[in-house]
């Protein structure tokens, strides 16, 4: 009983320090693994009347100042966001595609629409959604630091990023905070 107790009391610190390794804000993970050029930026929460909804962290290889469109957009760069909510994949959809057409000012092709309708997973609290966008390639996705999907379209990734990047986002405290400003 006291070899249990010891190994409990010597591995617990471990297993805590694995999980903080994989869920904490400076760890190295799956992402600087699999994308080593990118480096923190930025983070802020988001929340939706007092609610938290997620935390979001910014990843570039370079910062990007004040005009996103014009540095940001030129290098790889990822966009973490750790859910405190279950939200249903659709509901994410709906919300990126209304935001979308809000920031663009027309109507997103069906094509669009069905892509990001086909991408979103159903998400728990602590889920992370990470998207990487890479010039002239889109946007890769993943849920947990598994690929979910793709985006092969630059206007398409770009329009979804400037959700929370564009100067006329909705959030421009979380846009700041994301850029570092």
């Known amino acids: 009983m006291a070899a249990t107790v010891l190994w409990c009391v010597m591995s617990g610190p471990a297993m805590a320090n694995q999980v903080s390794q994989a869920n904490g804000p400076d760890s190295s993970d799956w992402l600087s693994s699999r994308y080593q050029t990118l480096k923190p930026l930025g983070q802020g929460e988001l929340?939706?009347?007092?609610?938290?909804?997620?935390?979001?962290?910014?990843?570039?290889?370079?910062?990007?100042g004040s005009q996103p469109s014009e540095t940001l957009y030129g290098q790889?760069?990822?966009?973490?966001?750790?859910?405190?909510?279950?939200i249903k994949g659709q509901d994410i959809a709906k919300r990126s595609e209304k935001e979308m057409v809000r920031l663009m000012g027309r109507d997103l092709p069906q094509g669009w629409r069905n892509a990001l309708q086909r991408l979103f997973?159903?998400?728990a609290v602590g889920d992370d959604i990470t998207g990487v966008y890479l010039p002239q390639q889109g946007a890769r996705f993943y849920l947990n630091g598994r690929p979910i999907g793709m985006l092969e379209d630059l206007?398409?990734?770009?329009?979804?990023f400037d959700i929370w990047l564009s100067e006329r986002t909705r959030e421009p405290s979380l846009r700041a905070s994301l850029l570092g400003l």
């Open 155 to 160: 206007e398409l990734a770009q329009g979804f």
């Open 76 to 86: 790889p760069f990822a966009l973490r966001l750790i859910y405190a909510r279950n």
């Open 121 to 123: 997973p159903d998400v």
């Open 47 to 64: 929340r939706f009347l007092g609610l938290k909804v997620y935390n979001a962290r910014l990843f570039a290889e370079r910062p990007a």
